[in-house]
């Protein structure tokens, strides 16, 4: 929108220029216009940045620690939890919230801390509504109750922002805000492949990456850290430019892996079916997905030249290490059911593995900027067919990109 008030305001100069060549008395007055023209013109570019402000992040409710005083609960053995008579006065409560879920929360009291233990806790009335103890650090069979601090009062759907808050009697809530830029849901990248710059490799020497991922839930197994199945869903596509001498598999020279390699197009969809933390209150993840998808190819059989397509399934596993916010790193396996029919009679031996492909993926990250979402990354590829005939032609892609914010570009 500034953009368009810039390019208004140059036309508006190049009128007046115009304008002056005339007399003086007919130069004043369309001086005099454009000027008033000029004033309009911030008052407006001032409107729609105070909406474009005050859109990008929408208040979805708040987070207030209600009591400051409440029951001890004394573990006795046999699953047995009793209130006692104790009651404790408590000083502060911090609170670290990523991805809608409560990861670390600690309850100060004269001495005594009191922590989730280990599972998650998602920012959701129905979950706040149930008996999520908080145990003594120092002496695990006393614990409180968290519905018995804190409360949810919730204005729309949206999962909450990351934040850091401690609450005290003096500041006993938080707004929740959840920013609503476009790169909150869809992450773009632009890679480029090293081996295909320099070296021998037939990748592509340019790619465009983007995923969307939408949670379903944010529901767990009462004091684990696994989420229970269907999590989220993932939909993905990837464009990839390649040379001249590159873009297209031969027939004379085919192998199941050369569309692989050679594909220009792809799109796929997954479905979470495991995931959790890797360990106690840690950023870091695990996961198994279950998908499929399309891609596309160019061939060239004899002298014609011909767009195939193909599909697949796979199930895919991994983690997600994060050692901070701005630095972490992925690592998973996929194992694919390629099936390519207008291939099929190029094959000269029958596949003896149902999955006839595995992907090895490492990826790490660096965010160099306060802006989490423009990241740099470094990205290492390794594919196979796990039927003999094929392995010889496995391959690797090894590629250097950086996340687009789009966010930012379409302000």
Not at 116 to 141: C, E, G, H, M, Q
Not at 218 to 225: D, F, L, P, V
Not at 372 to 401: C, E, M, W
Request: glycine share 6%; hydrophobic share 35%.
């Amino acid at each position: 929108m500034k953009a368009k008030h810039l390019l208004l305001l140059i036309l508006i100069l190049l009128t007046a220029n115009i304008y002056a060549q005339e007399d003086e008395a007919e130069e004043k007055e369309k001086v005099t216009i454009s000027e008033r023209q000029y004033d309009e013109l911030k008052k407006t570019a001032k409107k729609y940045d105070s909406i474009s402000k005050k859109n990008d992040s929408q208040s979805v409710g708040y987070l207030k620690a209600y009591k400051f005083e409440v029951p001890l609960r004394y573990y006795t053995g046999g699953g047995i939890t009793i209130n006692t008579a104790t009651y404790i006065k408590i000083d502060s409560i911090s609170i670290s919230a990523k991805d809608g879920y409560i990861t670390d929360i600690n309850v100060y009291s004269k001495g005594k801390q009191f922590s989730n233990k280990s599972a998650p806790i998602s920012l959701t009335v129905k979950r706040f509504s149930k008996s999520d103890y908080l145990y003594n650090t120092f002496n695990i069979r006393e614990s409180i109750v968290l519905k018995d601090i804190l409360e949810i009062v919730p204005k729309s759907s949206f999962i909450p922002d990351d934040f850091f808050v401690k609450l005290t009697p003096e500041k006993n809530s938080i707004e929740l805000k959840r920013n609503v830029g476009i790169n909150t849901v869809f992450d773009l990248r632009l890679y480029t492949d090293a081996l295909a710059l320099f070296g021998n490799e037939a990748n592509g020497l340019v790619q465009i990456n983007g995923n969307f991922k939408h949670i379903i839930h944010r529901y767990n197994y009462r004091n684990t850290e696994i989420f229970t199945p269907f999590h989220y869903l993932r939909l993905d596509f990837n464009a990839s430019k390649f040379d001249s001498i590159n873009k297209y598999v031969y027939t004379d020279n085919f192998s199941t892996s050369s569309i692989v390699q050679k594909s220009h197009f792809s799109v796929e969809g997954s479905v979470n079916m495991v995931s959790g933390w890797l360990i106690n209150k840690s950023l870091s993840s695990f996961f198994v997905d279950l998908g499929g998808g399309v891609s596309s190819t160019k061939m060239v059989e004899g002298t014609n030249e011909k767009a195939i397509t193909f599909s697949n399934i796979y199930i895919e596993g991994g983690v997600k290490i994060k050692s901070s916010d701005n630095i972490g790193g992925d690592f998973s396996c996929r194992l694919s059911k390629l099936f390519s029919p207008q291939t099929e009679h190029l094959i000269q031996e029958t596949p003896t593995t149902f999955f006839n492909f595995i992907r090895i993926k490492t990826e790490v990250y660096w965010s160099p900027f306060a802006e989490k979402a423009s990241r740099l990354f470094a990205r290492f590829n390794y594919f196979t067919n796990t039927n003999s005939f094929d392995k010889p032609n496995h391959f690797y892609q090894v590629q250097i990109g950086y996340s687009l914010l789009i966010s930012d570009l379409i302000k």
